[in-house]
């Protein structure tokens, strides 16, 4: 139950930091007991659906009934700001008036082994306590409750340490132990289930070869295993989750805003059960192990339905599995958000409001030109016009789109397929990606007798895609009037608004991006610090770098000649293109990233 003297002092607490107000005390004073009943009830029920099991610790503090009163947020000087008083906020100042330290939990900066094996989940949970480094004479501990020193003095003996406690959310807290605790039970209890004296097959260095067993996926453990890393996952952002056999163990790792972090070692017996698992969901074959295959599935994450691809390929150590995470909020976005400035938005939707022609998106993979593709066709949508895409695979499935996806092995190709399209009445037509020579051409005559063409193709620069059409059979004449723009693009991480400070750009720098006219004055730009907020990366989300290349009659006219690819970027030039790398100074002198990603992210190549 709650204390109600200490209920007051952090309620009095609040007042006098000028957070709340005297009459919202009183109403916290008032229904806290029957706030904090309906909070047991509900988290009780929780805890329950994600332990898998019906005895479950809670206990509501009274940080906790404070903030589910989701007042809103006022200054000490009692003017309104934006928000509410949340669990952090109170947190942070319970933290500075016992003179502790506040901290935010990242999960993907905690050892995992150290938080499930210095405490048992039941024990972490009922006393929210999470270690988070053990050194020679001193444990530092975070603790949602600080006031029981009971539980800490405990720790000290059972340790034989000083222990340093630093204050963390209850919320925090609470979910690093269900995540990890909860997908260490499951390992283990899967380890038990699979352990075997037979040797591992899909290890390349076992000398014999004998037989092997069946593996049941489906059992209870692994499912709620699976269920733990695709639920992390989606809580992390992630957008791609690997999954690797080593020598001695299994590699989960996470790619988060470009970036891949190792999440999980798995014991090497259990991992095969695993990749079954996750290949029985994408309706893969479980017993083929040799060739590489692809599936997807969906799963629902709150209110979204989130979309996951699966390939798998035999490795050196067994199969590798890697699961791409497609989110329709982030695959489909208005593309007001694709990070375009004013002058190339501009040109990108008259591009997009020539209802005939080809309009082309080009970049190396992982670039978003994907992304780029789909929000077009959000844009372009209408219940008048009937829009067809031919993907391979079909990257996120939406409702409002005709969708198709290729397959090669019956003689459904990108090229085929175009052909078939052009009897359905289409006005829109998406090509997930030109690699041949009759999907150029059936392209180009689309495009020709006056539907909308949008593909992908693999060349590093806008001026490129020309001459790539023109080496895979396109004719300059009918390219010259069928091509309405190119667009290239990366992705660069964005600096985190959190933390993000102002930084002088160096003239060595300066000069490493060619920006005229700096000796004698500094750029300020901004520093990717790090911060809770972005996982202490400095960055938060990533935005696109672009080179948008409208065709204009001139350029019409050296396309038509066969002009090489540095006289079209030439014109694109002359008619104000901003370069990959212009753009991403462009980025910089906004504030929106920094010098290292953009010199990282995008090409400096002279036009001769």
């Known amino acids: 139950m709650l204390d109600v003297q200490r209920l007051r002092d952090i309620l009095d607490l609040l007042v006098d930091k000028g957070v709340i107000h005297a009459g919202q005390r009183q109403d916290v004073l008032n229904r806290g007991r029957d706030q904090a009943r309906h909070i047991l009830l509900d988290k009780r029920a929780e805890m329950r659906r994600l332990l898998g099991r019906h005895r479950v610790a809670y206990r509501v503090t009274e940080v906790e009934v404070i903030a589910s009163f989701r007042f809103p947020r006022h200054d000490e000087q009692g003017q309104a700001e934006q928000g509410v008083v949340d669990e952090e906020i109170i947190t942070k100042l319970v933290a500075e008036a016992l003179g502790l330290p506040f901290r935010h939990l990242d999960p993907l900066r905690l050892d995992y082994k150290l938080v499930t094996e210095t405490f048992g989940g039941p024990f972490a949970e009922r006393h929210l306590v999470l270690p988070l480094e053990v050194r020679p004479d001193t444990m530092v501990l975070a603790v949602a409750d600080p006031?029981?020193?009971?539980?800490?003095?405990?720790?000290?003996?059972?340790?034989?340490?000083?222990?340093?406690?630093?204050?963390?959310?209850?919320?925090?807290?609470?979910?690093?132990?269900?995540?990890?605790?909860?997908?260490?039970?499951?390992?283990?209890?899967?380890e038990e289930d699979y352990q075997t004296d037979l040797p591992d097959l899909g290890n390349l260095e076992q000398l014999y070869a004998m037989g092997e067993g069946s593996i049941d996926a489906g059992a209870q453990p692994v499912v709620r295993a699976v269920w733990y890393l695709l639920t992390y996952a989606l809580d992390q952002g992630a957008s791609d989750i690997h999954l690797e056999p080593k020598r001695d163990e299994g590699l989960v790792r996470m790619r988060i805003d470009g970036i891949l972090h190792t999440v999980h070692r798995l014991p090497r017996v259990v991992f095969p059960a695993l990749l079954s698992r996750i290949k029985t969901l994408a309706r893969l074959d479980i017993a083929e192990r040799r060739r590489p295959q692809d599936g997807r599935f969906k799963t629902a994450h709150g209110d979204v339905e989130v979309e996951m691809r699966v390939s798998t390929v035999p490795v050196a150590f067994g199969e590798k599995v890697v699961v791409r995470v497609f989110d329709p909020g982030v695959l489909t976005q208005d593309i007001e958000r694709l990070g375009l400035f004013p002058r190339e938005m501009a040109s990108f939707r008259n591009m997009l409001a020539n209802r005939t022609g080809m309009v082309l998106v080009v970049g190396p993979t992982g670039s978003g030109k994907t992304t780029t593709l789909y929000s077009a066709l959000h844009h372009l949508h209408s219940p008048r016009i009937n829009v067809v895409t031919l993907?391979?695979?079909?990257?996120?499935?939406?409702?409002?789109?005709?969708?198709?996806?290729?397959?090669?092995?019956?003689?459904?190709?990108?090229?085929?397929?175009?052909?078939?399209?052009?009897?359905?009445?289409?006005?829109?037509?998406?090509?997930?990606?030109?690699?041949?020579?009759?999907?150029?051409?059936?392209?180009?005559?689309?495009?020709?007798?006056?539907?909308?063409?949008?593909?992908?193709?693999?060349?590093?620069?806008?001026?490129?895609?020309?001459?790539?059409?023109?080496?895979?059979?396109?004719?300059?004449?009918?390219?010259?009037?069928?091509?309405?723009g190119v667009v290239a693009q990366r992705l660069v991480r964005k600096v985190c608004r959190e933390c993000a400070e102002d930084e002088l750009l160096t003239e060595e720098q300066a000069l490493a991006l060619r920006i005229p006219g700096v000796r004698g004055r500094r750029l300020v730009v901004k520093k990717?610090?790090?911060?809770?907020?972005?996982?202490?990366?400095?960055?938060?989300?990533?935005?696109?770098?672009?080179?948008?290349?409208?065709?204009?009659?001139?350029?019409?006219?050296?396309?038509?000649?066969?002009?090489?690819?540095?006289?079209?970027?030439r014109e694109a030039l002359n008619d104000g293109m901003l370069t990959l790398r212009e753009y991403g100074i462009k980025k910089l002198a906004h504030g929106e990233t920094t010098f290292s990603e953009v010199i990282a992210n995008t090409d400096d190549r002279p036009v001769f």
């Not at 000290?156 to 807290?173: D, F, G, T």
């Not at 397959?407 to 459904?412: E, F, N």
């Not at 909308?452 to 396109?474: C, F, N, P």
């Not at 990533?542 to 090489?564: D, N, Y």
Request: contains cysteine; aromatic residues 6%; charged residues 25%.
């Open 147 to 190: 006031w029981d020193r009971e539980v800490l003095e405990s720790i000290a003996r059972y340790s034989n340490k000083a222990v340093e406690p630093i204050l963390a959310m209850k919320s925090q807290i609470l979910s690093i132990i269900v995540e990890f605790h909860g997908f260490r039970r499951s390992m283990r209890a899967a």
């Open 391 to 484: 993907e391979d695979p079909i990257e996120n499935v939406h409702p409002a789109f005709n969708q198709i996806a290729m397959q090669p092995r019956i003689g459904l190709t990108f090229g085929t397929a175009l052909r078939t399209v052009l009897r359905q009445d289409p006005d829109v037509i998406m090509v997930g990606e030109i690699r041949d020579e009759e999907t150029v051409e059936n392209a180009v005559q689309a495009a020709l007798t006056g539907h909308q063409v949008l593909s992908t193709l693999h060349t590093d620069e806008a001026s490129g895609a020309v001459g790539r059409l023109l080496d895979l059979g396109a004719m300059p004449f009918l390219l010259a009037s069928t091509l309405v």
């Open 528 to 569: 990717a610090v790090g911060c809770p907020k972005c996982r202490y990366t400095g960055f938060r989300g990533r935005t696109g770098v672009f080179e948008v290349m409208p065709i204009t009659p001139r350029i019409q006219r050296l396309i038509h000649e066969r002009a090489s690819s540095q006289e079209i970027k």
